[in-house]
């Protein structure tokens, strides 16, 4: 008895506790809870008063944006933090019951008290995870309108008109105000200068003479050693492969960008450690220490790409263009960050219009030079490639002549822009292409490093491979597969914040250049259907994009991952043309959609034309949902025998509307996949290669039969194209008017080699025939 009582005070405690706990926990929680929410409230009330207060100031709403966020992942929070509370009163109010029927017995006070005060608690926590909800789809909604009024102010300075540069009247309103522009530029030179010689002591000296000597070291000696040192170790220690290449290429990509940006940061912080600077000259020095990182960034990108030896080289060109265009990139970036500063001091000095116009014009038409001579330089190497090959052209894929259409358009668009008077426009066109570049390049590089990192590291023969199949027993076929295929999601990835980065200029948000020129142009409305230039450029772009995705995915996988796998060419066939037909069904979907085209439109517009053409589509569709039954259900695959009609051949291609078979005689028999489907086709390989030849011939009764048999027999076997497994055998089908019909049959490892095997055996049997005396009835 003495045991058992402290085990009942333990359970009774323990219940009294938890009963405690369901109590007071929301009554703890509550106050704090109920705290968040009201800030969050406040907040969000500031927010929606300051929206229109600020709507001419781009980075104040900037600001306001990332308080909407903060103030969603606030609220969240708490109601996460409030759910399990509130579980655990669902469950002790089940465990309770309901309340008692009228005719029922009466519950005990205790009970009916707790199960009131549970449900008091209840409606309580809901009602503050509901008031959370809404102020996160509040903050959300206040998010979005934010959003709007961004991109509204992008458009409206994006195509904002001033006066063009080439009128008399902006050089003479630049000249009227030249005087003050450079009063403003000396007072703020002369400002800084004073604050700098103001500190000029012994001990800010020496700081300011050792970041600067600090800087120098970082900048030229430190990187070269860096450099050097990584190329030794490489060509040293590193296996003879491709991830040695990239990897050296990645590490010039670091040491060129970590120099100068360390560099920059010390030179920075030594000046405000000895408070040299101003407030406007501060500001300034912080623009040049991140465009020093651009430049960097930049320069270290054409260094990685552009390696000085061909052996270490990522991309396949020449010498001698690598030796005419390795400068540009360090140009572009120098005239691209020398135009930030500008702007950004033309913004401490308040600079006049004419002068700030001036400059903007200046920036757009340097940087555009600078581009336009890299291009043109690209385009004398070609030219001196094409005469020297005598009118033969260099390779050079379709994509790389697009770009470069496209990037001498958008010069030319900077041009005129600039010079009519769009100055913001041409400036923004010209940084986009910049901007397009370092992407470009970036995700080139990387796309190379994770190829190579990636298949390198999971490689059958390497160490991992080998360490893998040792100890789980994973066939070296199998690491090379995951090595692939961990390729593949790392270029997917690389992909999709690629195109993140290219939309970021844009505004926050996914919809883009091609969304506001669909809100700037409403267009018109057929039926239900709205037509606009802005969604019509959306569609051809994500179509384009889509297309240009299932490409490469389609080309990775029949050219790298499938090979590696254990499936015959046929199936990787299937597996790729299957992927490939999918992939251009959602990009061509996804494109309608964009466009404003859904299935009910769709459906809507296709019963408004005519009978005939329904009849046309269907034969179209049917010969299409036919292809894809026999790449899912694989009846007839590439590479079979197979017998339409009176004609045989080779399954050479099943493509979107009908299947090729190469016939015997070299010509190709272009066959509807409907007909495959609905109509007797013979395949002759489907279940085995396995095919038999057969040879019939009749004997006059006088000769032995034994003796013909066996020659039969030793002619079949002596070929080198009969199998032994099935054997070959010789019949006889009957005797007949004085003479023994003979039926031989034999096997071959493939339906193709039948024709030849049995005019080899006839020629043989026949010449044996002659000489045993044996004549053909």
């Not at 017998?643 to 272009?670: F, W």
């Amino acid at each position: 008895m003495w045991q058992r009582q402290p085990v009942s005070l333990r359970r009774l405690l323990s219940l009294t506790l938890c009963l405690l706990w369901i109590s007071l926990a929301p009554a703890f929680a509550q106050s704090g809870s109920d705290d968040g929410l009201n800030a969050a409230n406040a907040d969000l009330d500031r927010i929606q008063a300051s929206i229109e207060t600020m709507a001419q100031d781009d980075a104040a709403l900037g600001n306001l944006r990332a308080d909407t966020l903060r103030i969603q992942d606030a609220t969240e929070l708490i109601a996460q933090e409030l759910t399990p509370q509130l579980t655990a009163l669902d469950a002790r109010l089940n465990e309770l019951g309901p309340g008692p029927a009228p005719d029922a017995q009466p519950e005990s006070p205790e009970v009916q008290q707790e199960r009131a005060d549970l449900s008091r608690q209840r409606g309580d926590i809901d009602a503050r995870i509901k008031r959370a909800r809404l102020l996160s789809v509040a903050a959300a909604q206040a998010g979005d309108q934010i959003t709007a009024k961004r991109r509204a102010l992008f458009d409206e300075k994006l195509w904002q008109r001033t006066k063009s540069v080439l009128a008399p009247s902006f050089w003479g309103d630049l000249n009227r105000n030249l005087p003050r522009d450079a009063s403003r530029l000396h007072d703020f030179a002369s400002e800084n200068f004073s604050s700098l010689v103001g500190v000029a002591n012994p001990r800010n000296i020496a700081i300011l003479g050792g970041a600067l000597a600090l800087a120098l070291v970082l900048m030229v000696p430190a990187r070269r050693w860096l450099e050097a040192s990584a190329r030794r170790i490489a060509i040293g220690q590193m296996p003879a492969n491709r991830l040695r290449r990239s990897a050296l290429a990645m590490w010039f990509l670091v040491t060129t960008i970590l120099a100068p940006s360390l560099a920059a940061i010390i030179l920075y912080t030594a000046l405000i450690s000895v408070g040299s600077l101003t407030d406007g000259a501060e500001q300034l020095a912080w623009i040049a220490a991140t465009t020093v990182f651009v430049v960097s960034y930049i320069t270290g990108l054409g260094r990685a790409i552009l390696m000085d030896k061909g052996s270490w080289r990522l991309a396949p060109i020449s010498d001698e263009t690598v030796g005419r265009i390795r400068h540009f990139p360090f140009l572009i970036g120098v005239v691209a960050g020398s135009g930030t500063l500008l702007e950004q001091l033309n913004t401490l000095i308040g600079a006049s219009l004419p002068a700030t116009i001036a400059g903007s014009c200046l920036i757009a038409l340097v940087t555009g030079l600078a581009i336009g001579s890299m291009m043109w330089t690209l385009t004398r190497i070609r030219r001196k490639a094409l005469r020297a090959k005598e009118g033969e052209a260099p390779p050079q894929t379709l994509f790389w002549g697009l770009v470069s259409v496209a990037v001498w358009l958008m010069l030319a668009a900077t041009v005129f822009f600039s010079l009519s008077g769009y100055v913001a426009l041409g400036v923004f066109i010209v940084r986009q292409i910049t901007w397009l570049a370092i992407i470009g390049g970036t995700v080139y590089l990387l796309m190379q490093f994770a190829d190579d990192f990636f298949t390198s590291v999971f490689s059958g023969e390497g160490a991992i491979g080998r360490f893998v199949y040792t100890m789980i027993g994973l066939s070296p076929a199998a690491v090379d597969q995951v090595g692939l295929l961990l390729s593949g999601l790392s270029r997917i990835v690389i992909l999709f914040l690629a195109v993140a980065a290219t939309l970021a200029p844009f505004g926050a948000g996914t919809s883009g250049l091609p969304g506001r020129l669909n809100t700037a142009t409403a267009g018109f409305t057929i039926g239900e259907v709205t037509i606009s230039p802005g969604a019509i450029l959306g569609a051809v772009a994500i179509f384009i994009l889509g297309i240009t995705i299932v490409r490469a995915v389609h080309g990775w996988l029949t050219d790298k991952y499938l090979p590696k796998t254990s499936l015959d060419a046929a199936v990787r066939t299937s597996v790729s043309t299957t992927f490939r037909y999918i992939g251009l069904i959602v990009s061509t979907g996804a494109a309608l959609s964009y466009a404003g085209l859904n299935l009910g439109n769709v459906a809507l517009i296709a019963s408004a034309l005519s009978v005939g053409i329904g009849f046309g589509l269907q034969a179209i569709v049917q010969n299409f949902i036919s292809g894809l039954i026999l790449l899912a259900e694989r009846p007839i695959k590439i590479g079979d025998w197979v017998t339409v009609g009176d004609a045989e051949g080779d399954v050479r291609h099943i493509n979107v509307r009908a299947t090729q078979i190469e016939l015997t005689d070299r010509s190709t028999l272009i066959v509807p996949n409907s007909e495959l489907i609905t109509k007797s086709v013979r395949n002759k390989t489907l279940t085995n290669s396995i095919a038999r030849l057969q040879m019939k011939f009749s004997v006059p009764a006088d000769n032995d039969p034994i003796a013909v048999r066996d020659l039969l027999l030793s002619s079949m076997r002596s070929h080198q194209n009969v199998l032994a497994d099935p054997a070959p055998n010789v019949f006889i089908d009957g005797v007949s008017d004085g003479s023994v019909a003979f039926n031989a049959i034999a096997f071959v490892s493939s339906p193709r080699s039948v024709y030849s095997t049995r005019s080899a055996l006839w020629f043989d049997i026949l010449q044996r025939f002659r000489a045993m005396g044996v004549r053909l009835s």
